[in-house]
């Protein structure tokens, strides 16, 4: 049964969920943008890896499901403090650490794995790597710069958060791909060929530039893809390398 608490930062608390709290290992489990620690996947991973007997720590991001701030407040800096803080907060119980992030959490776990030596494996799932090309992929920067905000809308279900101009700027400032060859830990990238949100290529130039990583390309599968299947891939790298 998850653990429900707040993790306490100089930014304002962030709610997560905790499995098997003393377990020797444990994940970090980061959410995609606008999503939440109830995301199915990350649930998913959860219970797979607590019957390998691993923990995980599943947060809610700044302005996502019960943490601080409001949608339109979020930036790059401020997620990457709240993983930080999150980590540090596993790092108490003495556990071997993982992380696992998905799509924009992705390129959370990848800054925060370069930042940290004491992450020893890495999952992640269609993840951005690439920050500025993403974005530029949603909206014309000269307008976003001109109307000083944009409209993102929800990529499934109603929905949008208006995101300002600083959003981008913030984001922009954060390079991943240079970060990540800072990563000695095992990577394992799973990404469908047909995402049409963030492209496989993304992921294709990441693996190059981790110096031990797998890069699976999942035939025909999106953005969401849910097969348990895939998720068992996940939880048993997992076991394989913390």
Request: net charge neutral; proline share 4%.
């Given at each position: 049964m998850a653990i429900k608490k707040l993790i306490n930062t100089?930014?304002?608390s962030v709610c997560c969920e905790c499995e098997l709290?003393?377990?020797?290992?444990s994940v970090l489990v980061l959410h995609g943008f606008a999503s939440s620690r109830n995301s199915t996947s990350g649930k998913t991973l959860s219970t797979l890896?607590?019957?390998?007997?691993?923990?995980?720590?599943?947060?809610?991001?700044?302005?996502?499901?019960?943490?601080?701030?409001?949608?339109?407040e979020t930036s790059v800096t401020k997620m990457l403090s709240d993983a930080q803080a999150s980590l540090d907060e596993l790092a108490k119980t003495n556990a071997t650490v993982g992380i696992y992030g998905s799509s924009m959490g992705g390129f959370i776990a990848l800054l925060l794995a370069s930042r940290?030596?004491?992450?020893?494996?890495?999952?992640?799932?269609?993840?951005?790597?690439?920050?500025?090309?993403?974005?530029?992929r949603k909206t014309s920067l000269d307008e976003w710069r001109s109307n000083g905000?944009?409209?993102?809308?929800?990529?499934y279900g109603e929905g949008s958060i208006i995101l300002p101009?600083?959003?981008?700027?913030?984001?922009?400032?954060?390079d991943a791909l240079k970060e990540a060859r800072k990563i000695t830990a095992p990577v394992l990238v799973m990404h469908g060929?047909?995402?049409?949100?963030?492209?496989?290529?993304?992921?294709e130039e990441l693996a190059r530039q981790l110096p031990n990583c797998t890069l699976?390309?999942?035939?025909?599968?999106?953005?969401?893809?849910?097969?348990?299947?895939?998720?068992?891939?996940?939880?048993?790298?997992?076991?394989?390398?913390?």
């Amino acid at each position: 049964m998850a653990i429900k608490k707040l993790i306490n930062t100089p930014l304002g608390s962030v709610c997560c969920e905790c499995e098997l709290p003393n377990a020797p290992r444990s994940v970090l489990v980061l959410h995609g943008f606008a999503s939440s620690r109830n995301s199915t996947s990350g649930k998913t991973l959860s219970t797979l890896l607590a019957q390998r007997s691993i923990g995980s720590l599943r947060i809610d991001f700044n302005g996502c499901g019960e943490s601080y701030g409001l949608p339109s407040e979020t930036s790059v800096t401020k997620m990457l403090s709240d993983a930080q803080a999150s980590l540090d907060e596993l790092a108490k119980t003495n556990a071997t650490v993982g992380i696992y992030g998905s799509s924009m959490g992705g390129f959370i776990a990848l800054l925060l794995a370069s930042r940290n030596e004491n992450v020893k494996a890495i999952v992640l799932r269609a993840p951005v790597s690439n920050f500025t090309k993403q974005w530029q992929r949603k909206t014309s920067l000269d307008e976003w710069r001109s109307n000083g905000s944009f409209e993102w809308k929800f990529l499934y279900g109603e929905g949008s958060i208006i995101l300002p101009w600083s959003f981008y700027q913030d984001g922009a400032q954060y390079d991943a791909l240079k970060e990540a060859r800072k990563i000695t830990a095992p990577v394992l990238v799973m990404h469908g060929d047909a995402d049409e949100t963030v492209p496989l290529q993304q992921s294709e130039e990441l693996a190059r530039q981790l110096p031990n990583c797998t890069l699976e390309k999942l035939r025909g599968e999106s953005h969401q893809f849910q097969s348990e299947a895939h998720f068992e891939r996940m939880a048993r790298f997992f076991d394989e390398k913390l």
